[in-house]
Nanobody
Framework: QVQLVESGGGLVQAGGSLRLSCAAS????????MGWFRQAPGKEREFVAA????????YYTDSVEGRFTISRDNAKNTVYLQMNSLKPADTGVYYC????????????????????WGQGAQVTVSS
């Protein structure tokens, strides 16, 4: 059983930056591909970014490409999401997820593939 705990959310003005962290425990972190998703009020949880087990493969949704950076530190069992040039449309609860994958380079963009989720971190971007 893997436990995930997000931190680093908050309130920021448009154009500002935040860094989210997701600390994992209870499993072998390096066996899991990781992803960040977000959910705005009244909307479904949507994919933001994903990273493979080794960190060699990364994928972003189009709306955050060039502004957000996902990374992981397997020695610290932590995945990060650096968010720059934030926009009001980025507002929502951000969740990290973990999915066990067989292949080192595999990533997952569908939330239904994920086995474990954190409790979420609120990100609010004011205009």
């Amino acid at each position: 059983q893997v436990q995930l705990v997000e931190s680093g959310g908050g309130l920021v003005q448009a154009g500002g930056s935040l860094r989210l962290s997701c600390a994992a425990s209870g499993g072998t972190f390096g066996r899991y591909a990781m992803g960040w998703f977000r959910q705005a009020p009244g909307k479904e949880r949507e994919f933001v970014a994903a990273i493979s087990r080794s960190g060699s493969i990364i994928y972003y949704t189009d709306s955050v490409e060039g502004r957000f950076t996902i990374s992981r530190d397997n020695a610290k069992n932590t995945v990060y999401l650096q968010m720059n040039s934030l926009k009001p449309a980025d507002t929502g609860v951000y969740y990290c997820g973990a999915v066990r994958t067989v292949f080192q380079g595999a990533i997952r963009k569908d939330r239904r593939d994920y086995n474990y989720w954190g409790q979420g971190a609120q990100v609010t971007v004011s205009s």
